[in-house]
């Protein structure tokens, strides 16, 4: 096989050149972290979960119209997407509390929130993606107003497609957190939804018994992460029959 050229490695997918210009190939790793990557694990088949999924959400997205970097899956692993240049911004949309804001905030967790809650992290590892302002983020020049308007309606957009999809299976969209990144079409710029939309940076909890299905799991230690991503794609009908190597209670 050609040697093909690695751009960048983050924790979870590693982004090779795209065949053609202006395309990337994103590649789902088995790496798990949490913590900033104080806590770390190979998990194996969470790599080709992820790619399915975001696959999935990315697809239905763009389905309805919310523009997104997703061309198309090349293999179990690897899907071909649209170069685009990120925002520095991790943004995180929260229907109920859990997590980060329970903690700041002292909120119970599942409380629910008087309405979707958006919060912004500047990126930077070094740093461990502190929460800024949109005072922060215009007077550093991360994003200018227009860019944080089209980012809330993205990612209010986002929110409702996936809270629907997610209850439709039983599940409570809790949180999330999506990245944007601008793309120029001719004189014109625009954002789009990138990076990945899956169990990693979701908070999914079954509707019933409120069982975590997402990367809490791992942050935790609440038991199996591939069992908790393999129950959302089986809910979704987004795991194909045979297709993951996994344990083998896992393929019905
Ligand atoms: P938080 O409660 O830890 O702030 O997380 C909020 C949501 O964002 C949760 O769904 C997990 C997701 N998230 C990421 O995707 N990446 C991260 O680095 C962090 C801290 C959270
Ligand atoms: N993704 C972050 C890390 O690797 C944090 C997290 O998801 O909890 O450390």
Request: proline letters at 4%; glycine letters at 8%; one cysteine or more.
């Amino acid at each position: 096989m050609a040697r093909r050229k690695k751009i960048y490695e983050g924790k979870a997918k590693t982004l090779f050149e795209g065949p053609e210009p202006g395309t990337i190939v994103q590649y789902f790793k088995d790496d798990a972290t949490a913590f900033n990557a104080e806590k770390r694990d190979v998990i194996e088949g969470k790599g080709v979960l992820n790619n399915m999924l975001s696959e999935y959400f990315m697809t239905g997205l763009t389905n309805i119209g919310v523009p997104n970097h997703f061309i198309r899956r090349m293999n179990m692993r690897e899907q071909l997407v649209r170069a685009c240049e990120i925002i520095p911004l991790e943004i995180i949309v929260r229907n109920f509390a859990a997590g980060s804001i329970s903690k700041r905030l002292g909120i119970e967790e599942g409380t629910q929130l008087p309405r979707p809650v958006i919060e912004y992290c500047y990126k930077d590892d070094a740093l461990g993606d502190p929460l800024v302002s949109e005072e922060h983020i215009a007077a550093f020049g991360w994003a200018t107003q227009q860019d944080m308007d089209d980012i809330v309606s993205l990612a209010l957009r986002v929110n409702d497609f996936l809270s629907g999809v997610m209850y439709g299976v039983g599940i409570k969209l809790v949180d999330f957190k999506i990245e944007v990144g601008r793309v120029y079409d001719g004189d014109f710029q625009r954002l789009i939804v990138a990076d990945e939309i899956s169990p990693d940076s979701c908070r999914l909890w079954d509707v019933e018994t409120g069982q975590k299905l997402d990367k809490d799991v791992f942050r935790r230690d609440l038991g199996s992460l591939t069992d908790a991503y393999s129950e959302v794609a089986k809910r979704l009908g987004v795991m194909p029959k045979g297709a993951v190597p996994m344990k083998p209670t896992l393929i019905n």
